[in-house]
C-alpha cells in the first residue's frame, strides 16, 4: 500500500520579479526564484517584489531594452564631447616668476571653468591631475568622461603679460 499523503509537503519555489533592490537577493527588474513563505510574509507585502507573470517580464524587457538605448545614445554624445575637446586646447595666464615658476598653483577647478567658459561641460572631478601645475609651459591632462571614455586636453600655462 502507497503512503498518499502521508509525506512532507514539498512546495515549489516562486518566481518573482523585484520591485526594489533587495540586498544578498538582487537588484531591481531581476526575476528571482525564492521559497514561498519568504515571498506571501515579507516580498509581496512590503511591495519588494510581484509575480513574475509573462506580461510583467515582457514589460521588464521592453524597460531595459529602453535603458540601453539611453545609455547608448549617452555614450555617443560623451564620445562627441571627448574628440571635440580632445581637439581643443586651453591657455591659463598665471603669475609666475622670470624662470617660469608660478607663484600659485593651476588645479583641476581653473580647468574645468576653463573648459566650460569654451562651451565644454566638464566638471572639476573629471580633470584627472597628478598634481597642481606649478611651471609654466605645455601639460597633456586627462579627461575621464565615463569608464569606457578618456580624451586629453593640451593645456598651455603662460606668464601674465605684465603691462
Do not use: C
Not at 509581496?44 to 507573470?53: D, K, R, S, Y
Not at 566638471?123 to 569606457?148: N, S
Amino acid at each position: 500500500m502507497a503512503n498518499v499523503g502521508s509525506g512532507p509537503v514539498r512546495r515549489r519555489n516562486v518566481e518573482l520579479l523585484l520591485a526594489e533592490d533587495v540586498e544578498s537577493l538582487g537588484k531591481q527588474g531581476e526575476i528571482v526564484t525564492v521559497k514561498p513563505g519568504y515571498a506571501r510574509n515579507f516580498l509581496l507585502p512590503h511591495g519588494l517584489a510581484t509575480v513574475a507573470t509573462d506580461h510583467n517580464k515582457k514589460m521588464v524587457e521592453r524597460h531595459k531594452k529602453r535603458l540601453a538605448d539611453i545609455q547608448q545614445q549617452k555614450l555617443q554624445g560623451l564620445r562627441k564631447l571627448a574628440d571635440a575637446v580632445s581637439k581643443y586646447s586651453v591657455t591659463l595666464e598665471a603669475n609666475a616668476n622670470p624662470e617660469g615658476h608660478l607663484y600659485g598653483s593651476i588645479t583641476a577647478p581653473d580647468i574645468s571653468k576653463a573648459l566650460k567658459n569654451a562651451g565644454f561641460d566638464i566638471g572639476t572631478d573629471q580633470v584627472r591631475l597628478e598634481g597642481p601645475l606649478k611651471e609654466t609651459g605645455m601639460y597633456t591632462v586627462r579627461i575621464h568622461m565615463h569608464a569606457d571614455i578618456e580624451t586629453d586636453v593640451k593645456v598651455w600655462v603662460v606668464p601674465t603679460a605684465s603691462m
